[in-house]
């Protein structure tokens, strides 16, 4: 996937100001920042949910995967139901197949027949990315998968969107979570203001922070970040 | 669109109290609302009390009539309670018991009577009220009155009838029984001939001419007289109504009862699910997700429309097939009741997309259906002159903007064979259909922002 100087203005708010983007195949790119820093409405352009004022997006065959950062599922129909529904949407041959081979993936077969207002918070995630995958995406977006998540249920999340990289599928998140990004993100891409800040992997940012924000460097990787971002006007 | 459809009844029938809910309130709206236009004003409690002896009477004219009767007549426009004695019926009135105490005196029939005799008498009734409820009060003082009126009326038709039979004895002569005894009256016809007769017979002089002024009179009073007697009879009812509609044919009051009961059914039915339903995809985050290439906005709002329509297609069937166990229904018109249904609820669904578009969460939405829903619904029943032109005027412009009185229209016109054509409310219906349509794509475009 590929973005180059991408714009998004709100009115007299700008919210992406000329933001880059390139992940490959297979990639973990974690879109990290403050509030407000753009990562949302990146997502949406990437997703195709929002247009661009200006900029150029492109994909290398294959379609966009999207997970929003609400579960978007309907919480009164089963597991099964849900994964069926939008199997039929996708227009796929085998919509039943297509419904067997994401329960096995999301690890949730044994829960098919459950409502999903039943299932934690979790489990409703994983589900959440399985039916982004059901269009078989060369690219999945996901709009802070985590959040609301205990540490188990994370764990597990990051578990089962790992093997989905290592199956080629590249993937882009966005998070709050320093600790997260630094850990899962093969990439880290930090906006602030709808400014791309820093492009990079994580050993590099530690090393932009240090030598940018050198009195914070031996603290913990969050709070060194935060005195990054406030050094660099933001 | 069709797995959206079926989701959407999937999730229907996951939440059974909701899906009863949603169904059983409006028809028992509907219900209550009908029962209450179709049936008149509860009859009022009175008490009555008839001194007249069982055995009496009534004879008017000639013609004798069964006094016993008139309890049935007067019982049956108000709720009689039949009280012993005078002292009775005032401690009903009294204590509250009753409205109104209704006595008729013993001498009531014998006064009435007394009417086509030479010495006429003044019948009356004594009527008790207690003013306690203005309104009953209102009631009762205009049944009361009306039942004097048709009183009063009967017996002036049989006195007319009886002063024109005395007036043609007087023209034309004939025999008079009074006191048992048979009188021959000679009468005018007669007098003027034999009046004339004698004329030739008198010598030429005073007495002659004096002869010839009295049978000129006596001419004159039988011709004059003839002219009286139409005029006599018509003294009994002097204004005769003569009703032309120039304007709207009113439909039987229980088919239009029926129709306002099928239409708020699904008025309510198909707002309250297409909105609600709308909204719950943004309530499930599913909104964004769907019109990322799985559907289009419009084909969204065509599903929502569909569901509500297929719904409420069914929930107001069901109801119409029940209303046939009390009042019997023209099952040959059944197309035309279908072309109102999906007529009206196709309109009525396109503004529940429309209200669920600008609404956007369930609980906004449920509230802002009955709010709208239930008013229109109660303006789109005020009929012409009940309140001043200016207000009648902008509650037709109101009710014409909102599906509900072109629902109401057309679905009165399938139901009553007698009624108006269909053609202008399903015009109306259509485009309403369009122009809500477009106002829920609109309001769709902010559909998923938070």
């Known amino acids: 996937m590929q973005a180059r100087g991408l714009v998004k203005t709100y009115g007299d708010r700008k919210a992406l100001r000329g933001v880059d983007l390139v992940a490959e195949a297979g990639e973990l790119v974690a879109i990290i920042g403050p509030?407000?820093?753009g990562k949302t409405t990146l997502l949406s352009i990437l997703a195709g949910i929002l247009?661009?004022?200006?900029?150029?997006?492109?994909?290398?065959?294959?379609?966009?995967g999207w997970v929003p950062q609400q579960a978007a599922l309907y919480r009164r129909l089963s597991v099964e139901e849900n994964l069926l529904l939008f199997a039929r949407l996708e227009g796929h041959d085998d919509p039943q197949a297509s419904t067997e081979e994401?329960?096995?993936l999301a690890g949730l077969g044994a829960r098919r027949r459950e409502i999903v207002a039943r299932l934690s918070g979790g489990n409703q995630q994983r589900i959440n990315i399985a039916i982004g995958l059901l269009s078989r995406p060369s690219v999945l977006l996901l709009d802070e998968p985590s959040v609301g998540l205990d540490p188990r249920q994370r764990a597990r999340l990051w578990e089962f969107v790992s093997a989905l990289a290592g199956g080629g599928t590249t993937v882009i998140f966005s998070t709050h979570d320093i600790q997260e990004a630094e850990r899962y993100g093969r990439r880290l891409l930090v906006l602030a203001d709808g400014e791309s800040l820093f492009d990079g992997p994580a050993d590099e940012l530690r090393e932009a922070v240090r030598s940018e924000a050198p009195e914070a460097a031996d603290r913990d990787f969050e709070t060194a970040f935060v005195a990054y971002l406030q050094h660099r006007g933001h | 669109m069709r797995w959206l459809l079926l989701k959407d009844l999937q999730i229907l029938r996951r939440s059974p109290l909701q899906a009863c809910l949603l169904v059983a309130y409006p028809v028992l709206i509907a219900i209550l609302v009908g029962f209450a236009i179709s049936r008149g004003p509860e009859k009022p409690r009175v008490a009555f009390l008839n001194e007249v002896p069982a055995e009496t009477r009534v004879n008017v004219g000639g013609q004798e009539l069964a006094a016993a009767g008139v309890d049935d007549r007067i019982c049956a426009r108000v709720d009689c309670v039949h009280v012993?004695?005078?002292?009775?019926a005032v401690t009903e009135v009294e204590s509250g018991d009753v409205l109104a105490a209704l006595i008729l005196p013993a001498d009531l029939v014998d006064q009435i009577n007394s009417l086509s005799t030479l010495t006429p008498g003044t019948p009356k009734v004594e009527v008790l009220v207690n003013q306690e409820d203005p309104v009953k009060a209102q009631l009762v003082d205009e049944r009361i009155s009306t039942l004097l009126a048709q009183a009063n009326l009967a017996i002036a038709r049989r006195i007319a009838i009886e002063g024109g039979r005395y007036l043609e004895l007087i023209i034309d002569g004939g025999k008079f029984e009074v006191v048992g005894q048979t009188i021959p009256i000679l009468g005018l016809s007669a007098s003027a001939r034999i009046l004339e007769a004698l004329g030739p017979a008198l010598p030429a002089g005073p007495l002659r001419g004096s002869l010839a002024q009295v049978t000129e009179f006596t001419a004159r009073a039988r011709d004059n007289l003839d002219v009286a007697e139409p005029l006599i009879k018509r003294i009994a009812q002097p204004i005769v109504?003569?009703?032309?509609?120039?304007?709207?044919?009113?439909?039987?009051?229980?088919i239009f009862a029926i129709a306002v009961a099928a239409t708020l059914t699904l008025a309510f039915v198909t707002v309250l699910l297409v909105a609600g339903s709308l909204a719950l995809e943004r309530e499930e985050n599913a909104f964004s997700r769907l019109t990322r290439g799985l559907i289009s906005p419009a084909g969204l709002l065509g599903e929502?429309?569909?569901?509500?329509v297929a719904v409420g297609l069914v929930v107001t069937l069901l109801m119409l097939a029940g209303m046939q166990l009390f009042v019997p229904l023209r099952w040959d018109r059944f197309g035309l009741w279908l072309l109102a249904i999906l007529g009206g609820g196709g309109a009525l669904a396109a503004a529940g997309a429309a209200l669920g578009a600008a609404a956007r969460e369930v609980r906004a939405v449920s509230l802002l259906a009955f709010m709208v829903t239930l008013p229109i619904a109660f303006l789109s029943l005020i009929p012409s002159g009940a309140v001043g032109a200016g207000v009648f005027d902008l509650v037709e412009v109101v009710t014409a903007v909102f599906p509900f009185k072109p629902a109401l229209e057309a679905m009165t016109a399938a139901l009553d064979p007698a009624g108006s054509g269909i053609g202008g409310p399903l015009l109306h219906l259509a485009v309403l259909i369009a122009a809500y349509g477009l106002l829920a794509r609109f309001a769709l475009r902010r559909f998923a922002a938070v």
């Open chain 1, 35 to 37: 509030n407000g820093a």
């Open chain 1, 51 to 64: 247009k661009p004022d200006a900029g150029e997006l492109g994909v290398d065959g294959g379609a966009v």
């Open chain 1, 102 to 104: 994401m329960l096995e």
């Open chain 2, 84 to 88: 012993e004695d005078r002292d009775e």
């Open chain 2, 241 to 254: 109504v003569e009703k032309e509609v120039v304007d709207g044919s009113a439909p039987p009051l229980e």
């Open chain 2, 304 to 308: 929502k429309v569909l569901l509500g």
